[in-house]
């Protein structure tokens, strides 16, 4: 499995020969101008939430890929209406996708459209893939439900929002990394706006300090599993 950070929550994933894109908000992040939208590979795009800053390049990569979105069923349902082809979740449901498990787990934040109509609740995803598990958090506060997914599944990483403001910030994502029992963490939804810049080495350093690997990407930089 090979998960490439295109800035902000925006993550491309691929299991095997299938391109997962997570969240697309790439043309709307100044830190991610040397991403091409056009030149991202897509197969299904999951969407955690509706926010803009989750959904901005959904529709124009969906449109040139046909790509599947993947998310909520009101979310599902917005993308249904124009077109998209969809597949919709809801909390707690899994589905055999044709590169592995995806689960759409809780997440506690909000999921209004920009225009303000309902998107649904928030969620995250857990995907299983390659023989490889993991947790992608989506925008969230720490919450005790995170201690349900390692009942289930062993994690081989964790990604965590660690901005704070909107979100976790360091500290709740190091109990949130004990809560899902992966000390395996890569920190995302960070430095984007002003409200969520982070001071890389001390959020490093105090992952590390609690024996924990907090790994934070450069934008297009990618890892494999
Ligand atoms: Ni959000
Ligand atoms: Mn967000």
Redesign the pocket.
């Known amino acids: 499995m090979k998960i490439t950070f295109y800035g ?2 925006s993550l491309g994933i691929k299991v095997n020969d299938v391109h997962i894109l997570v969240d697309p908000f790439i043309t709307g992040n100044e830190n991610a101008s040397s991403i091409d939208i056009d030149a991202l590979k897509a197969d299904y795009i999951l969407v955690t939430h509706a ?1 803009q ?2 959904i901005l390049d959904v529709e124009a990569i969906a449109k040139r890929t046909n790509a599947v979105i993947v998310s909520n069923y009101e979310i599902a349902n917005h993308f249904e209406s124009k077109g998209f082809e969809t597949h919709p979740m809801n909390h707690g449901g899994s589905w055999d996708f044709e590169f592995g498990n995806v689960k759409y787990v809780n997440a506690i934040h909000t999921s209004s459209f920009p225009d303000g109509s309902y998107g649904g609740q928030p969620g995250g995803f857990v995907i299983e893939g390659e023989h490889k598990n993991i947790y992608i958090a989506g ?1 969230t506060a720490l919450t005790m439900d995170m201690k349900l997914i390692p009942l289930q599944i062993k994690l081989d990483l964790a990604i965590l929002p660690i901005g704070d403001n ?2 976790m910030g360091i500290d709740d994502a190091i109990l949130a990394s004990d809560f899902v029992e992966c000390d395996k963490v890569l920190g995302y ?1 960070y430095d984007t706006f002003g409200y969520i810049e982070i001071d890389h080495e001390e959020a490093k350093r105090k992952f590390f300090d609690k024996d924990k690997d907090l790994m934070l990407l450069e934008i297009g930089e990618s890892i494999e599993l």
């Open positions: 902000h929550a926010h800053d989750h925008d909107f979100t939804h």
